[in-house]
């Protein structure tokens, strides 16, 4: 083919992105879809706001109240490339309808349980009905906005991040000092049982919409796999990922803790001053991320990835200073500005992992995601984390854990360099496409 109708198509595949406008009831879907997301963060994080409480109730050590968090991120990775599968094939509202349903069950259940391996299952069935949403409502959100706007919607889904796991530190503080760790447990998952019926009146959105060009041919999931083993944008962005989940992962859950045992603070203002910390930089920090992100996607391919590797390298420094202060102020003020930093990541990272798929392979690709970055990840740091602050302090196994973020950022920044270098050779793989 000659040069001039290549450069054609392309030109006429550009007019078409831009020409693109938001599926029918895309507002409404992404604002049901942020509750969500926002009231799965509170039920995962609201341990972290009670887990002294928890360690007294059921005499347990430090290293054994990081298993309530690996115990469900163990089940939710698990279970994720699973209910990716499911939810490139069925209506994904009904999958998520029904996710939602069963992890606030579980979340009530916590409340009630008589043990602590009772409190295990809990959370692992939790594990399970996040899995089910996780994976589907990105690959959702992908199918109801074009390309051109992408990063900035998936940001403002992942606003519930911060937001929700602030709720959840808040919240548990609260409702468990003053009214015991069960009513933070039934608080939280109670809600959750009627959001799932909301998410019944969202309108499915059709796959690859949102695509300019041709719609591309469906594969069949051995070609797709095969594909995404051969996809280095999304290993180079997964691998990054999963370094950054690490840390942040066990920063949250210990962070409430080290400042309740070793900077003296009540276990109500530790958990409402971290969470009201992580809600402002966390909201700021996405917000920004997502529109650092279109614009950086619009002057270069992979432009997010610079986003993403900078907040990352940034971070670093920040996470460690932290907890090498004493005064409320500086621990706060350093704590505001890494976790900024840390949010930046949430809309380019994801819109890296979507984009670089087709839109029939988008709920598996981010399946396989959520169980690389947790098995990696969070699912091993807490009690890790745990298990140093045993035999020194929370201080130094905090400090320690600023080194995943930094090679973090520096694994996106030469993921970024080689990919650059390897389009101009040849264009880049990718799944289901």
């Not at 029939?360 to 981010?366: G, V």
Request: aromatic share 12%; with cysteine.
């Amino acid at each position: 083919m000659s040069a001039a109708p290549q450069v054609s198509a392309a030109l006429a595949v550009e007019a078409q992105a831009e020409e693109l406008q938001p599926a029918r009831g895309a507002a409404f879907g992404l604002s049901v879809l942020t509750l969500i997301n926002f009231l799965n963060y509170l039920d995962r994080f609201i341990v972290a706001g009670i887990l002294p409480l928890l360690l007294v109730e059921f005499g347990r050590s430090k290293a054994e109240g990081g298993l309530l968090t690996t115990v469900f991120i163990v089940v939710y990775m698990l279970a994720a490339p699973i209910a990716g599968i499911v939810g490139d094939r069925i209506p994904r509202r009904y999958l998520v309808a029904a996710s939602v349903f069963l992890w606030s069950l579980a979340t009530l259940a916590s409340g009630f349980a008589g043990s602590f391996a009772a409190l295990l299952v809990a959370r692992a069935v939790v594990g399970i009905g996040e899995a089910g949403y996780g994976t589907v409502a990105p690959a959702m959100i992908s199918d109801l906005y074009p390309a051109r706007m992408r990063t900035r919607m998936l940001s403002y889904f992942y606003v519930a991040i911060p937001v929700g796991s602030a709720a959840g530190f808040a919240l548990g503080g609260w409702l468990g000092q003053n009214f015991g760790w069960q009513t933070a447990f039934i608080a939280g998952g109670a809600p959750g049982l009627v959001v799932a019926v909301l998410t019944l009146f969202m309108r499915e959105p059709v796959r690859g919409a949102m695509e300019a060009g041709p719609p591309a041919p469906r594969v069949r999931f051995a070609e797709g796999l095969r594909a995404l083993g051969r996809n280095r944008v999304f290993w180079f962005n997964t691998t990054g990922y999963t370094l950054m989940t690490f840390a942040v992962g066990g920063l949250g859950h210990w962070m409430p803790t080290f400042l309740n045992a070793e900077r003296a603070m009540s276990l109500e203002t530790a958990g409402i001053a971290f969470g009201a910390v992580t809600a402002g930089a966390g909201l700021l920090g996405t917000l920004t991320g997502g529109w650092l992100g279109d614009r950086a996607e619009r002057k270069a391919p992979l432009g997010g990835m610079w986003v993403s590797a900078s907040g990352l390298i940034l971070a670093a420094p920040l996470m460690y200073a932290a907890v090498q202060v004493s005064a409320w102020w500086a621990i706060f003020g350093l704590i505001f500005l890494a976790q900024f930093m840390l949010f930046l990541n949430s809309g380019p990272i994801n819109n890296a992992i979507v984009s670089c798929v087709g839109p029939d392979f988008r709920a598996f690709a981010m399946g396989l995601n959520v169980l690389f970055i947790h098995l990696l990840g969070d699912a091993i740091s807490p009690p890790l984390i745990g298990a140093i602050a045993d035999t020194s302090s929370l201080e130094w196994a905090i400090s320690l854990n600023a080194l995943p973020v930094l090679f973090g950022g520096l694994v996106l920044l030469f993921g970024v360099r080689h990919l650059q270098a390897a389009g101009r050779r040849r264009p880049f793989e990718t799944a289901g496409r």
